[in-house]
């Protein structure tokens, strides 16, 4: 699974305590049951497909993300269908709550810019807006955002800048990830695979390590077996930069830095680097 987060009805469950009234209170209550049964077909076709038998796991997994997709796409679709018929109610933050991270960037701010003056105030809708701001500054075309990193408190020859690997006439595939996140985790081994596959005098990688402690993502990188480029310590700043609202999130830019592809996952890492670069 890519992106789908199994707890995205956490918020709509308890809508029915966000309401003033009758009317936003039987709001949230429909919200609920529709994303509740959208979740519902997602984990029954999930489940047929991992017991069929007759599948290979490329194929169940292939279809499952195809699944995936679609059920992506309709939350979305019901959430900012909610949110734009009903721009006044505290309802439509609480979708927002669940499709922000999932829901194209321009769309969403249109439907953002759309509502209710006293919900555009509100905090968690503002941090919306500027994480948008941010995706839309380092969307796929745009030239990559520099920062620097201080990477160990008490040494400042620690410092490092993302310029010093992106932009350098190189591919590179980065990858923003913690020690604590399992799906990050999860790449690991086709990330291992691209690396071996692909690494040269055309193409290298680099993990940035986000929102964890040096010390855990330097003994998860060695678990783990990462042995291409490293940047540590890194926390917020670059997730705030690009906009990155879940990790893992891999990015591939190309030699003079322009962002070719976000937000890579699974086989399709192997695929958009293929497009580029020769396999050795």
Not at 7 to 25: I, Q, T
Not at 72 to 83: A, F, K, R
Not at 174 to 185: I, L, N, Q, T
């Amino acid at each position: 699974m890519k992106r789908l987060l199994f707890a995205v009805l956490a918020s709509a469950l308890v809508l029915c305590s966000c309401g003033n009234n009758v009317s936003d209170e039987q709001l949230a209550e429909d919200y609920s049951a529709k994303t509740d049964a959208i979740m519902t077909a997602y984990r029954t076709q999930v489940g047929t497909i991992m017991e069929d038998a007759s599948l290979s796991d490329v194929q169940k997994q292939e279809k499952a993300e195809a699944i995936e997709e679609e059920t992506i796409d309709q939350l979305v679709s019901t959430s900012l269908d909610l949110m734009k018929k009903h721009p006044k109610s505290p309802v439509a933050v609480e979708a927002l709550r669940n499709v922000y991270y999932l829901a194209d960037s321009e769309e969403l701010l249109k439907v953002i810019n759309k509502l209710d003056d006293s919900l555009k105030e509100d905090d968690f809708v503002q941090s919306v807006l500027t994480s948008i701001q941010s995706r839309l500054q380092t969307a796929e075309g745009m030239m990559f955002t520099d920062f620097e990193i201080l990477q160990d408190e008490n040494d400042p020859a620690s410092k490092v800048s993302f310029s010093q690997y992106v932009g350098k006439g190189k591919y590179m595939l980065v990858d923003f990830w913690a020690s604590w996140c399992g799906p990050c985790k999860a790449e690991m081994p086709n990330m291992r695979n691209v690396y071996a596959k692909y690494h040269g005098d055309d193409f290298d990688m680099l993990s940035v390590a986000v929102w964890d402690e040096p010390q855990a993502t330097k003994d998860t990188a060695a678990v783990y077996g990462l042995v291409w480029n490293q940047i540590i310590n890194a926390q917020k700043i670059p997730t705030d930069l690009y906009g990155i609202d879940g990790i893992p999130h891999i990015i591939l830019f190309g030699p003079d830095g322009k962002i070719l592809k976000r937000d890579l996952r699974g086989a399709a890492i192997e695929e958009e680097v293929s497009k580029y670069v020769k396999a050795k």
